[in-house]
């Protein structure tokens, strides 16, 4: 149980800092990563650094909104007698926020992407989450 819980915490922290990293619009090196796997135009670089900055209160606001969920897990979990519940409750809050940070991020990457160049975006994500929990494991 306390693995899946650590496994679920650390893909949990390295999608949200990627997206509030990318929210930024400030981190020239994953753009320049970007542009070159998936042979971005400049206007495309543009376009989405300029949708990122438009979101990046709305990112700022949702770490805050998950360290506060975070932490009111852990205390939960560390009570004498855990409402279960309760913390299932704050685990789906939790979800729910990174779920809807996810698709806000997809539907940016969607309206500038062509479809092969998100799928490839999607194919990098992947490899990116896996290597970064079997990283964890050790």
Same mark, same amino acid.
């Given at each position: 149980?306390?693995t899946?819980k650590?496994i ?8 949200? %800092?990627a997206?509030v990293?990318?929210s930024a619009?400030?981190?020239? +090196? ?17 376009q ?5 900055? %438009? ?5 700022? *606001?949702?770490e805050?909104?998950v ?9 939960? +979990?560390? %009570? %004498?007698?855990p409402?279960? &519940?309760?913390?299932?409750?704050k685990?789906? +809050?939790?979800m729910?926020a ?11 990457y &969607?309206s500038?992407?062509?479809?092969e160049?998100?799928?490839?975006l999607e194919q990098?994500h ?7 929990? *079997?990283?964890?494991?050790?």
């Amino acid at each position: 149980m306390k693995t899946k819980k650590g496994i679920f915490f650390t893909v949990l922290a390295f999608v949200l %800092a990627a997206a509030v990293a990318v929210s930024a619009g400030g981190d020239k +090196e994953h753009w320049v990563k970007l542009k070159q796997e998936l042979n971005l135009t400049d206007a495309q670089v543009t376009q989405l650094q300029q949708r990122y900055e %438009a979101i990046k209160p709305q990112g700022q *606001e949702l770490e805050l909104r998950v360290k506060a969920l975070k932490s009111d897990i852990e205390s939960l +979990e560390k %009570a %004498a007698s855990p409402d279960k &519940r309760t913390i299932e409750q704050k685990k789906s +809050e939790l979800m729910s926020a990174k779920s809807a940070w996810k698709e806000k991020t997809n539907e940016i990457y &969607r309206s500038v992407l062509s479809s092969e160049q998100f799928a490839k975006l999607e194919q990098m994500h992947a490899k990116e989450k896996k290597a970064y929990s *079997e990283k964890k494991k050790y």
